[in-house]
Protein backbone atom coordinates (compact mmCIF):
# COMPACT_ATOMS: atom_id res chain seq x y z
CA UNK A 1 0.00 0.00 0.00
CA UNK A 2 1.21 3.35 -1.04
CA UNK A 3 2.29 5.44 2.12
CA UNK A 4 -0.66 8.49 2.02
CA UNK A 5 1.95 11.50 2.02
CA UNK A 6 0.64 14.27 4.73
CA UNK A 7 0.77 17.65 3.53
CA UNK A 8 1.94 20.06 5.99
CA UNK A 9 1.34 23.49 6.07
CA UNK A 10 4.04 25.69 6.32
CA UNK A 11 4.38 28.90 8.46
CA UNK A 12 7.49 29.61 7.26
CA UNK A 13 8.13 33.02 6.34
CA UNK A 14 8.80 33.41 2.01
CA UNK A 15 12.56 35.53 2.31
CA UNK A 16 14.58 32.95 4.63
CA UNK A 17 16.83 31.90 1.68
CA UNK A 18 17.50 35.60 1.13
CA UNK A 19 17.97 36.77 4.87
CA UNK A 20 20.46 33.62 5.11
CA UNK A 21 22.59 34.29 2.13
CA UNK A 22 22.98 37.75 3.33
CA UNK A 23 24.28 36.39 6.74
CA UNK A 24 26.44 34.01 4.61
CA UNK A 25 27.82 36.36 2.19
CA UNK A 26 28.51 38.95 5.75
CA UNK A 27 30.54 36.27 7.52
CA UNK A 28 32.36 34.84 5.29
CA UNK A 29 35.27 37.08 5.47
CA UNK A 30 35.42 36.31 9.50
CA UNK A 31 36.99 32.85 8.72
CA UNK A 32 34.17 30.80 9.85
CA UNK A 33 33.04 28.11 8.54
CA UNK A 34 29.29 28.45 9.97
CA UNK A 35 27.50 30.27 13.12
CA UNK A 36 25.80 28.36 16.00
CA UNK A 37 22.93 30.47 16.50
CA UNK A 38 21.36 30.90 20.44
CA UNK A 39 19.68 33.71 20.38
CA UNK A 40 15.50 31.76 19.73
CA UNK A 41 14.94 35.71 18.06
CA UNK A 42 17.37 34.98 15.46
CA UNK A 43 16.54 31.40 15.30
CA UNK A 44 13.26 31.93 14.13
CA UNK A 45 14.13 35.31 11.88
CA UNK A 46 16.57 32.67 9.74
CA UNK A 47 14.82 29.59 10.09
CA UNK A 48 10.94 29.84 10.73
CA UNK A 49 11.53 27.77 13.85
CA UNK A 50 9.68 29.34 17.03
CA UNK A 51 10.11 26.68 20.20
CA UNK A 52 13.08 27.58 22.71
CA UNK A 53 16.12 24.78 24.26
CA UNK A 54 17.14 24.93 21.15
CA UNK A 55 20.26 26.10 18.77
CA UNK A 56 20.53 26.11 14.99
CA UNK A 57 23.60 25.85 13.09
CA UNK A 58 24.28 27.62 9.62
CA UNK A 59 26.73 26.28 7.65
CA UNK A 60 28.29 29.62 5.32
CA UNK A 61 28.69 27.23 2.15
CA UNK A 62 25.85 25.16 2.26
CA UNK A 63 21.82 26.16 1.72
CA UNK A 64 20.98 23.97 4.65
CA UNK A 65 20.24 25.25 7.97
CA UNK A 66 20.57 22.24 10.57
CA UNK A 67 18.34 22.85 13.95
CA UNK A 68 19.49 21.31 17.15
CA UNK A 69 16.61 20.24 19.30
CA UNK A 70 14.39 17.89 20.98
CA UNK A 71 11.75 15.13 20.80
CA UNK A 72 8.94 17.86 21.52
CA UNK A 73 10.09 20.37 19.43
CA UNK A 74 10.30 17.20 16.19
CA UNK A 75 6.52 17.82 14.27
CA UNK A 76 7.20 21.70 14.97
CA UNK A 77 10.27 21.91 13.00
CA UNK A 78 8.82 20.41 10.06
CA UNK A 79 6.12 22.87 10.27
CA UNK A 80 7.39 25.93 10.80
CA UNK A 81 10.92 24.96 9.22
CA UNK A 82 10.54 22.93 6.18
CA UNK A 83 13.89 24.50 4.91
CA UNK A 84 16.17 22.80 7.99
CA UNK A 85 17.18 20.05 9.16
CA UNK A 86 16.39 18.99 12.54
CA UNK A 87 18.44 17.06 14.72
CA UNK A 88 16.75 15.26 17.54
CA UNK A 89 19.42 15.26 19.98
CA UNK A 90 19.79 12.14 22.15
CA UNK A 91 22.94 13.65 24.07
CA UNK A 92 23.54 16.93 25.52
CA UNK A 93 23.18 19.83 22.51
CA UNK A 94 27.28 20.26 22.66
CA UNK A 95 27.96 16.78 21.84
CA UNK A 96 25.52 17.08 19.20
CA UNK A 97 26.99 19.41 17.80
CA UNK A 98 30.59 18.51 17.79
CA UNK A 99 29.40 15.40 15.67
CA UNK A 100 27.62 17.50 13.10
CA UNK A 101 30.10 19.96 13.02
CA UNK A 102 32.99 17.10 12.77
CA UNK A 103 30.33 15.23 9.36
CA UNK A 104 30.49 18.55 7.97
CA UNK A 105 34.39 19.05 8.50
CA UNK A 106 33.61 22.50 10.12
CA UNK A 107 36.67 23.86 10.70
CA UNK A 108 35.54 26.78 12.56
CA UNK A 109 32.32 27.95 14.46
CA UNK A 110 31.46 31.72 14.75
CA UNK A 111 29.42 32.33 18.17
CA UNK A 112 26.91 34.71 19.14
CA UNK A 113 28.89 36.15 22.49
CA UNK A 114 25.75 37.86 23.24
CA UNK A 115 23.94 35.08 23.71
CA UNK A 116 25.88 32.22 25.20
CA UNK A 117 26.71 31.86 28.53
CA UNK A 118 29.98 30.73 30.02
CA UNK A 119 27.96 27.55 31.29
CA UNK A 120 27.18 26.61 27.37
CA UNK A 121 30.73 27.77 25.84
CA UNK A 122 32.67 24.95 28.12
CA UNK A 123 30.76 21.79 26.69
CA UNK A 124 31.22 23.19 23.78
CA UNK A 125 35.03 23.90 24.22
CA UNK A 126 35.01 20.59 25.47
CA UNK A 127 33.90 18.84 22.87
CA UNK A 128 34.38 20.74 19.36
CA UNK A 129 37.80 22.05 20.72
CA UNK A 130 38.28 25.77 22.34
CA UNK A 131 40.05 26.53 18.80
CA UNK A 132 37.64 26.04 16.84
CA UNK A 133 35.37 28.63 18.13
CA UNK A 134 35.17 32.04 17.02
CA UNK A 135 33.78 34.75 18.45
CA UNK A 136 32.65 37.08 15.65
CA UNK A 137 30.06 40.27 15.25
CA UNK A 138 27.22 38.22 12.94
CA UNK A 139 25.68 41.39 12.27
CA UNK A 140 22.23 40.18 13.20
CA UNK A 141 21.17 43.37 14.52
CA UNK A 142 21.63 45.56 12.40
CA UNK A 143 20.49 42.98 9.08
CA UNK A 144 17.09 42.81 11.66
CA UNK A 145 16.82 46.33 11.60
CA UNK A 146 16.15 46.54 8.00
CA UNK A 147 12.60 44.93 7.36
CA UNK A 148 11.33 42.95 4.57
CA UNK A 149 7.84 42.60 2.75
CA UNK A 150 6.81 39.47 5.22
CA UNK A 151 8.18 41.37 8.40
CA UNK A 152 6.79 44.95 7.38
CA UNK A 153 3.22 42.92 6.79
CA UNK A 154 3.36 41.37 10.04
CA UNK A 155 3.73 44.80 12.06
CA UNK A 156 0.61 46.01 10.30
CA UNK A 157 -1.46 43.38 11.40
CA UNK A 158 -0.06 43.93 14.54
CA UNK A 159 -0.71 47.14 14.81
CA UNK A 160 -4.25 47.08 13.17
CA UNK A 161 -5.03 44.40 15.52
CA UNK A 162 -4.01 46.76 18.77
CA UNK A 163 -5.84 50.21 16.99
CA UNK A 164 -8.99 48.16 16.61
CA UNK A 165 -8.75 47.19 20.42
CA UNK A 166 -8.12 50.47 21.65
CA UNK A 167 -11.10 51.73 19.52
CA UNK A 168 -13.03 49.16 21.90
CA UNK A 169 -11.62 49.93 24.44
CA UNK A 170 -12.60 53.43 24.35
CA UNK A 171 -16.06 52.68 24.11
CA UNK A 172 -15.16 50.38 27.38
CA UNK A 173 -13.56 53.12 29.36
CA UNK A 174 -15.97 54.48 32.54
CA UNK A 175 -15.34 56.76 35.24
CA UNK A 176 -14.42 54.56 38.22
CA UNK A 177 -12.50 51.74 36.69
CA UNK A 178 -8.90 50.89 37.69
CA UNK A 179 -6.10 50.84 35.46
CA UNK A 180 -5.84 47.18 35.67
CA UNK A 181 -9.52 46.79 34.48
CA UNK A 182 -8.62 48.73 31.57
CA UNK A 183 -5.50 46.86 30.48
CA UNK A 184 -7.33 43.67 31.12
CA UNK A 185 -10.08 44.59 28.81
CA UNK A 186 -7.51 45.98 26.28
CA UNK A 187 -5.11 43.35 26.29
CA UNK A 188 -8.28 40.64 25.97
CA UNK A 189 -9.63 42.33 23.25
CA UNK A 190 -6.07 42.00 21.08
CA UNK A 191 -5.85 38.41 22.02
CA UNK A 192 -9.66 37.72 20.93
CA UNK A 193 -8.91 39.99 17.12
CA UNK A 194 -6.28 37.35 16.81
CA UNK A 195 -2.65 38.60 18.32
CA UNK A 196 -0.30 36.21 19.59
CA UNK A 197 -0.60 38.08 22.70
CA UNK A 198 0.74 41.15 23.65
CA UNK A 199 4.55 42.78 22.75
CA UNK A 200 5.08 44.40 26.06
CA UNK A 201 3.11 44.47 29.41
CA UNK A 202 0.77 47.60 28.90
CA UNK A 203 0.58 50.48 30.31
CA UNK A 204 -2.45 52.25 31.68
CA UNK A 205 -1.72 55.11 34.04
CA UNK A 206 -4.63 57.55 35.30
CA UNK A 207 -3.44 60.95 35.85
CA UNK A 208 -0.36 61.58 37.83
CA UNK A 209 0.73 57.54 37.35
CA UNK A 210 1.50 58.86 33.76
CA UNK A 211 4.25 60.84 34.63
CA UNK A 212 6.00 57.77 35.31
CA UNK A 213 7.50 56.31 32.14
CA UNK A 214 7.02 52.95 32.67
CA UNK A 215 3.96 52.80 34.89
CA UNK A 216 2.54 49.57 35.83
CA UNK A 217 -1.19 49.27 35.95
CA UNK A 218 -2.78 49.06 39.57
CA UNK A 219 -5.85 49.66 41.67
CA UNK A 220 -5.67 53.21 40.86
CA UNK A 221 -9.41 54.71 39.34
CA UNK A 222 -9.89 56.44 36.36
CA UNK A 223 -11.79 59.50 36.39
CA UNK A 224 -13.87 61.42 34.67
CA UNK A 225 -12.31 64.68 33.62
CA UNK A 226 -8.69 62.77 34.20
CA UNK A 227 -6.69 62.08 31.90
CA UNK A 228 -4.96 58.15 31.10
CA UNK A 229 -2.14 57.29 29.29
CA UNK A 230 -2.01 54.10 27.36
CA UNK A 231 0.66 52.14 25.82
CA UNK A 232 -0.13 49.46 24.34
CA UNK A 233 1.16 46.68 21.55
CA UNK A 234 0.13 43.17 19.80
CA UNK A 235 2.17 40.66 18.51
CA UNK A 236 1.55 39.17 15.35
CA UNK A 237 3.36 36.37 13.51
CA UNK A 238 6.14 37.01 16.74
CA UNK A 239 6.01 41.07 15.58
CA UNK A 240 5.63 43.38 17.97
CA UNK A 241 3.65 46.61 17.41
CA UNK A 242 3.51 49.63 19.72
CA UNK A 243 1.75 52.83 20.49
CA UNK A 244 1.25 55.22 22.95
CA UNK A 245 -2.29 57.56 23.59
CA UNK A 246 -3.74 59.54 26.02
CA UNK A 247 -7.05 60.56 26.58
CA UNK A 248 -9.52 62.04 28.52
CA UNK A 249 -12.95 61.28 29.63
CA UNK A 250 -14.75 63.98 28.90
CA UNK A 251 -12.49 66.81 29.59
CA UNK A 252 -8.48 67.00 29.44
CA UNK A 253 -7.12 69.24 32.63
CA UNK A 254 -6.15 72.73 31.32
CA UNK A 255 -2.01 71.72 32.16
CA UNK A 256 -2.30 68.35 30.64
CA UNK A 257 -4.01 70.30 27.09
CA UNK A 258 -0.99 72.60 27.16
CA UNK A 259 1.57 69.70 27.20
CA UNK A 260 -0.43 67.67 24.56
CA UNK A 261 -0.27 70.25 22.29
CA UNK A 262 3.50 70.87 22.29
CA UNK A 263 4.50 66.79 22.43
CA UNK A 264 1.90 66.44 19.29
CA UNK A 265 4.03 68.89 17.51
CA UNK A 266 7.07 67.73 18.70
CA UNK A 267 5.90 64.08 17.41
CA UNK A 268 4.64 65.40 13.99
CA UNK A 269 8.16 67.69 13.16
CA UNK A 270 10.20 64.30 14.10
CA UNK A 271 8.03 62.32 11.36
CA UNK A 272 8.13 64.72 9.20
CA UNK A 273 12.39 64.83 9.32
CA UNK A 274 11.98 61.06 8.47
CA UNK A 275 13.89 59.84 5.58
CA UNK A 276 16.67 57.71 4.78
CA UNK A 277 20.01 58.95 4.56
CA UNK A 278 19.14 61.30 7.91
CA UNK A 279 21.06 61.14 10.81
CA UNK A 280 19.27 59.27 14.11
CA UNK A 281 20.45 61.55 16.48
CA UNK A 282 19.09 64.28 14.13
CA UNK A 283 15.61 62.80 14.11
CA UNK A 284 15.39 62.88 18.23
CA UNK A 285 16.66 66.44 18.02
CA UNK A 286 13.99 67.50 16.48
CA UNK A 287 11.18 66.35 18.53
CA UNK A 288 13.70 67.60 21.29
CA UNK A 289 13.87 71.30 20.24
CA UNK A 290 10.11 71.38 19.88
CA UNK A 291 9.99 70.17 23.29
CA UNK A 292 12.72 72.63 24.84
CA UNK A 293 12.10 75.69 23.49
CA UNK A 294 7.97 75.14 24.93
CA UNK A 295 10.46 74.84 28.11
CA UNK A 296 9.96 71.88 29.05
CA UNK A 297 13.42 69.70 27.61
CA UNK A 298 14.16 68.44 31.59
CA UNK A 299 10.69 66.82 31.44
CA UNK A 300 11.60 64.62 28.20
CA UNK A 301 13.88 62.28 29.78
CA UNK A 302 14.21 59.56 27.60
CA UNK A 303 15.04 59.21 23.76
CA UNK A 304 12.69 59.85 20.83
CA UNK A 305 12.32 56.34 19.62
CA UNK A 306 13.07 52.62 19.11
CA UNK A 307 13.68 49.94 15.98
CA UNK A 308 10.53 47.30 16.78
CA UNK A 309 10.25 43.84 15.00
CA UNK A 310 10.88 40.08 16.74
CA UNK A 311 11.92 42.57 19.98
CA UNK A 312 10.06 45.08 21.04
CA UNK A 313 13.61 47.49 21.23
CA UNK A 314 15.82 46.87 18.03
CA UNK A 315 18.18 48.88 16.04
CA UNK A 316 18.06 51.65 15.27
CA UNK A 317 17.73 53.94 18.44
CA UNK A 318 16.56 57.73 18.22
CA UNK A 319 18.25 59.20 20.72
CA UNK A 320 20.61 61.94 20.96
CA UNK A 321 23.61 59.66 21.23
CA UNK A 322 23.30 57.31 18.29
CA UNK A 323 25.39 56.88 15.80
CA UNK A 324 24.05 55.92 12.10
CA UNK A 325 21.66 56.92 9.68
CA UNK A 326 17.85 55.96 8.59
CA UNK A 327 18.01 53.38 5.61
CA UNK A 328 14.90 52.14 3.70
CA UNK A 329 13.08 49.29 5.87
CA UNK A 330 13.91 50.60 9.10
CA UNK A 331 10.31 50.69 11.34
CA UNK A 332 11.07 52.78 14.21
CA UNK A 333 8.43 54.21 17.17
CA UNK A 334 8.12 57.94 17.75
CA UNK A 335 7.57 58.83 20.90
CA UNK A 336 8.11 61.94 22.60
CA UNK A 337 6.43 62.88 25.74
CA UNK A 338 6.41 65.44 28.61
CA UNK A 339 6.60 63.87 32.09
CA UNK A 340 5.13 66.22 35.58
CA UNK A 341 5.37 64.92 38.51
CA UNK A 342 2.57 64.84 40.80
CA UNK A 343 0.50 66.35 37.60
CA UNK A 344 0.22 63.49 34.81
CA UNK A 345 2.10 63.14 31.53
CA UNK A 346 1.56 63.18 28.09
CA UNK A 347 3.21 60.71 25.42
CA UNK A 348 1.88 59.89 21.67
CA UNK A 349 3.78 56.88 19.88
CA UNK A 350 3.44 55.92 16.61
CA UNK A 351 5.43 53.39 14.40
CA UNK A 352 6.95 54.91 11.34
CA UNK A 353 8.78 52.84 8.25
CA UNK A 354 11.33 54.41 5.74
CA UNK A 355 10.03 54.33 2.57
CA UNK A 356 13.35 54.66 -0.26
CA UNK A 357 12.14 58.56 -0.86
CA UNK A 358 10.54 59.20 2.69
CA UNK A 359 8.36 57.43 5.17
CA UNK A 360 5.15 56.26 5.98
CA UNK A 361 3.52 56.08 9.09
CA UNK A 362 1.85 52.84 9.88
CA UNK A 363 -0.57 53.74 12.61
CA UNK A 364 -3.40 55.84 11.95
CA UNK A 365 -5.44 56.20 15.13
CA UNK A 366 -6.16 59.77 15.64
CA UNK A 367 -4.12 61.94 17.58
CA UNK A 368 -5.21 66.13 17.51
CA UNK A 369 -6.60 67.32 20.96
CA UNK A 370 -10.27 66.80 20.34
CA UNK A 371 -9.76 63.20 19.26
CA UNK A 372 -8.29 62.30 22.87
CA UNK A 373 -11.13 63.57 24.69
CA UNK A 374 -13.80 60.58 24.38
MN1 LIG B 1 7.87 52.24 22.42
Partial sequence: MAQKKTTRKTTA????????????KRLRPSGASALLLTNPRDIRYLTGFVGDDSWALIPLRSSKAYILSDFRFDEQIAKEAPHAQAIIRKKSLAEELATLANRLRLNKVALQPDYLTLAQRKPLAKHLGAKRLLKTDDGLLQQRAVKDADEVKAIRKALAIQQQAFRETCQFMKHGQTENEVAAYLEYRMRALGADGVSFPSIV????????????????????????????????????????RVVALGKMKPKIEEVYQIVLDAQMAAIEAIEPGKKLSEIDKVARDVITKAGYGDQFGHSLGHGLGLDIHEQPVLSGKAKG???????????????????????????????????????????????AII
Fill in 205 to 244: AADANGSLPHAVPGKAKIKAGGSVLIDWGARYNGYCSDMT
Fill in 325 to 371: VLVPGHVVTVEPGIYLPGVGGVRIEDDVLVTPKGHKVLSDLPKSLES
Fill in 13 to 24: PSNLTDRVRLLQ
